[in-house]
């Protein structure tokens, strides 16, 4: 996979360039991403809001797929998103881990872990992704 995948994110304006994620690795093997805990990322009780988890989840696994399949022809979409929270977190950064669990024909399937500063599991994610054939534009 090419280097300019992590140059290139997150793309300005986006979600992910809003909320502060950065993606740190990607590859066949697996992904490796993170945020800072800041108030773009919190409830109004001061701790990391669930949607932040289940939005790095997604995007992280969605870019990682859709730069191993577009060889092929094919791009990844969002089919499912599972995502269950374990531990509370307010400083520091929110780190996670993505390892692919299925790589079929038709979908690819993501386990996610999110850890805390001090490597306490926050988070799992478990996301599923549709293989489509890639749109031209």
Known sequence: ?????????????????????????????????RFQVRDRVCQPAGIVHGGAYAALAESMVSITTNALVAEDGQGALGQANNTSFLRPVNEGFVSAEAHPRHRGRATWVWDVEFVDD???????SRVTLALRPAQGG
Do not use: I, K, W, Y
């Open 1 to 33: 996979m090419e280097d300019s995948l992590l140059l290139d994110h997150p793309v300005a304006g986006t979600l992910d360039d809003v909320l502060g994620f950065e993606l740190l690795e990607a590859s066949a093997d697996g992904a490796r991403a």
């Open 118 to 124: 001090n490597g306490r599991l926050c988070a799992v």
